[in-house]
């Protein structure tokens, strides 16, 4: 069983969204912002394979635009396999999609709680949320 010390927790959520600070667009802070408090919901809903299916597709749109997505999405992954220590690709979908059903479902539950913490410290990090 994994125990985290929440102050451990949350200085992961942290440290993540400064790297989506630094690797965003000034620009898309704020929009950064809102599509990170989204994060909980996206993964209850439609599960981490998705969300790395959504990021591996922003990031390979050309336009600005959008790509901002894609950095939260695999910036939210990189930090959720470090503090989980479970092995996979967060560029490849395919390396959830074949993780053992308890693994991936224990994975799964840690990430919407990482989001929750990403969701706190998106606005003093990043500014408040504006929508596109």
């Not at 690797?23 to 809903?45: C, F, M, N, P, R």
């Not at 894609?70 to 930090?79: I, P, R, S």
């Not at 220590?85 to 799964?108: C, H, P, R």
């Not at 539950?109 to 408040?128: H, M």
């Amino acid at each position: 069983m994994l125990k985290l010390d929440t102050r451990d927790f949350s200085r992961h959520a942290y440290d993540g969204l400064l790297e989506v600070q630094r690797v965003v667009l000034l620009s898309d802070h704020k929009k950064a912002s809102g599509i990170v408090q989204g994060i909980s919901e996206y993964i209850s809903t439609w599960g981490l394979h998705r969300l790395c299916g959504d990021g591996l597709k922003y990031m390979k749109i050309s336009s600005n635009k959008t790509r901002y997505k894609g950095h939260v999405y695999q910036q939210f992954l990189k930090n959720l396999e470090s503090i989980s220590k479970i092995t996979f690709t967060y560029n490849d979908a395919n390396s959830l999609m074949e993780m053992d059903l308890q693994v991936y479902t224990g994975l799964n539950r840690l990430a919407i709680e990482l989001a929750r913490e990403w969701s706190f410290w998106a606005v003093p990090i990043l500014g408040e949320a504006e929508q596109e």
